[in-house]
């Protein structure tokens, strides 16, 4: 039976002191997706982080379908750890830095919980390039259910230049790539495989309603990776998106 004070308890110290934990216990761990969002608020709660906006992972329906997912997996960002365009940080901060090439949004005000991806267009303020460094508490990589435990993977987040025209969607489907220090991580050039960006914005407003809470201005939502999430320890980080920009961050030795 899923424990949620226990589990979130350990998954809260972790984060707090900057430790590593071995998976949780079976005994303890969440089951299912529902579970695991339990978990997730409860050490949400705990460690005290003030939320500033929402990460979503799983992005395509293809990756959905093989998790047994009815849409992204949801998680938190968090307030003093979204940066802008050129971001240091150090090895000290991070324990698994997985580089994410994402697109970004800024919520101008809120949509009805009923909303369209149509609808969600007039709610939004702004689209813009940016960097999900992602992270987790855990030794080893796990499975999907106790990962959406902690805390989605929240690391830190780069909020890069704002897209000109968005509204028009042609920024969609273009090639990325993802760099370390000049080195090639990921390049995704399949449109197909780009987040399902305004349906995922769907599905979080949404989730969120079914659990009265909702959208505000303000908030700041990553829409998923337009590249294959890859780790790398330190070094300058570029998100190349062709014909849009670049958006840049620096891990370094501490």
Known sequence: M???????RILADAFVNHTLIEPLPADIAPKSFDEAYEVQNATLALTGAKQA???LAVATRAAQEKIGADGPLVGPLLDGRILGEGAKLTTNDLNFPNIEAEIAVVMASTPAPDATSSDILDHIKSMHLAIEIADRRYHEKQDPVQTLADLNSTGYFVLG???????????IGGTVTTKSDGNVLATNDDP?????????????VGFLAKRGQSLKAGDVITTGACALPTITPHGKIEAIFDGLGTVTAEISKA
């Open 192 to 204: 197909d495989a780009w987040p399902e960006i305004f349906g995922g914005l769907e599905y979080l």
């Open 161 to 171: 230049q704002e897209i000109d025209g968005w509204r028009d969607l042609g920024f």
């Open 2 to 8: 899923t424990d949620i004070k226990a589990a979130s």
């Open 53 to 55: 906006g929402w990460k």
